[in-house]
């Protein structure tokens, strides 16, 4: 059954562009599939719908069952709270380290010390940060702030992880380690769903490719590669 479904779905904006025309997806619970395409392409506003950042103007967005594009403003928390998202830019609070950093998403729920603390640990180990838990961000490098922003998003358990150009910033053995945290990830039932423009890590992974293309699906290989005949 799947997990996520996209039906005839449509994004035009208030410019008059249309992001997203006509899309037809569905991703299965513990899929891990990497999104494609050239700027403009669609990928990032397909992303922003799930998280509820953009609604669909036409068709619907379904996840775990509900209709995301129907919820109401005040219940969109709720849909985030079973949500991980991880962006390019790691958005990490530089004056706190990186327990603190991966706790603070916990102490927003208002759970108790002793379990922010069991769930946090265990996230930074996860990720194989557990050593550097009193380093603050500056102390780091790229590598390991974008592994705290990973922890940081699966700190509560998500049934889907969204990962916006998570290894932009990084050199290519660093992106594929993030690859591999993000795979061990995907092993314990997280669905796992990637925008990237790195060519070298889609290639090696050999995971779900999802290419679109002028806010349409072109192309959806079940263990894929970047197609050196298309452009990107």
């Not at 899309?23 to 990497?34: Q, S, V």
């Not at 509560?156 to 990830?185: A, H, R």
Request: aromatic share 8%; with cysteine.
């Amino acid at each position: 059954m799947e997990f996520i479904k996209f039906t005839n779905v449509e994004k035009v904006y208030k410019t008059g562009v249309t992001a997203v025309y006509n899309l037809n997806l569905e991703i299965k619970k513990g899929d891990f599939a990497f999104i494609i395409g050239a700027s403009g392409s669609g990928k990032s506003t397909l992303i922003k719908m799930l998280y509820r950042e953009e609604k669909p103007t036409k068709g619907e967005i379904i996840i775990g069952g509900v209709n995301v594009g129907k919820l109401r403003n005040r219940k969109v928390y709720k849909l985030r709270r079973k949500l991980g998202i991880v962006f390019q830019d790691f958005k990490l609070l530089p004056k706190l380290t990186a327990y603190e950093n991966v706790a603070f998403a916990l102490e927003m729920y208002g759970l108790p010390k002793e379990e922010i603390r069991a769930k946090t640990l265990k996230a930074l180990d996860l990720v194989g940060l557990k050593e550097k838990a009193k380093s603050y961000p500056g102390e780091l490098s790229g590598g390991e702030q974008q592994r705290v922003s990973i922890a940081r998003a699966i700190v509560n358990s998500p049934k889907l992880l969204i990962c916006d150009e998570p290894t932009g910033n990084l050199d290519p053995d660093t992106s594929l380690e993030i690859m591999k945290v993000l795979e061990v990830i995907n092993d314990l039932g997280t669905t796992v769903l990637v925008v990237t423009h790195d060519r070298d890590v889609v290639n090696k992974m050999k995971k779900r490719v999802i290419l679109l293309d002028k806010g349409t699906l072109k192309k959806d290989y079940a263990k894929g590669t970047y197609d050196k005949n298309e452009k990107y």
